[in-house]
């Protein structure tokens, strides 16, 4: 038999887990060189096809079958995770309104104020949205056993591989040191052992919550790729590559979350 305080620790190890699969995908930065503004483009590029299809695949879809496999209908579940969605968006825009438009993080010499309240909107909205993905594993654990809990830790710290990785080359791409991209990225992992602990603990508030709040995410994340990201990659005449390298990106994730996830 396995206690209530065990379904805890399993759903905060198997989220801190997850969350440090984060720092795996952005050690891939070690391999990146000196960057043209064409290859920031393409790497920024790359990182909203990514958020595009978690957006997808690990957080919509998700959350509308959490919806259904708590008794509601297709049709009223489909419309929760949509103004969970709308609701994330708005709240996104809020911010977005309301961040200083300079001096939003300190710049490192060269680095442009604009440029860099884009990149950290968009490091923030991929950081929340792994609190709800940290919440799913916590629920799946608490919910079910560990035959549940523990292929969704996997499926979710695998598409945390290229998220970390997303993290890491938008920061780089801005001008900031390999290892204060490296750094942050690993520190936006962390906040998925803080939805997972919430989602074992708290089952009982944290499930009918889950379908709004993967929406909400999903919601933030759209906002500020349909925004700022691809209006940012496509501002230097590189939009052919900028496209394709969003399709790309797109077609890894998908693939990661639907064939291993
Ligand atoms: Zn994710």
Redesign the pocket.
């Known amino acids: 038999m396995v206690s209530s305080w065990d379904i805890i620790a399993l759903g905060f190890l198997g989220s801190l887990g997850a969350g440090m699969m984060t720092a795996v995908g952005a050690a891939g930065i070690v391999l990146i060189r000196k960057l043209s503004s064409r290859n920031e483009d393409i790497l920024l590029s790359a990182a909203a096809g990514i958020m595009l299809a978690?957006s997808i695949f690990?957080?919509l879809l998700p959350g509308i079958d959490q919806a259904q496999s708590q008794g509601h209908e297709q049709g009223s579940a489909v419309l929760i995770v949509l103004a969970g969605m709308l609701l994330g968006a708005a709240l996104l825009a809020v911010i977005h309104k309301y961040t200083p438009h300079q001096h939003f993080q300190k710049p490192e010499p060269g680095i442009d104020a604009r440029h860099l309240r884009r990149i950290w909107l968009f490091i923030l909205a991929i950081t929340l949205?792994?609190f709800p993905?940290g919440m799913a594993v916590g629920v799946g654990f608490a919910n079910g056993n560990i035959d549940n809990g523990l292929p969704l830790a996997i499926g979710?710290g695998l598409?945390?591989i290229p998220?970390g990785l997303a993290v890491a080359v938008s920061l780089l791409a801005v001008g900031y040191s390999r290892w204060y991209s490296f750094g942050v990225a690993t520190l936006t992992g962390l906040l998925e052992p803080v939805g997972g602990l919430f989602g074992a603990a708290l089952v009982s508030v944290a499930t009918p919550l889950l379908p709004w709040i993967l929406g909400g995410a999903a919601g933030a994340m759209l906002f500020i790729i349909s925004d700022e990201i691809i209006p940012e990659t496509h501002r230097r005449n590189h939009e052919g590559f900028a496209t394709f390298s969003l399709l790309t990106g797109f077609s890894v994730m998908m693939y990661l979350d639907t064939v291993l996830g």
């Open positions: 978690a690990s957080l949205h792994n993905e979710i598409q945390n998220e």
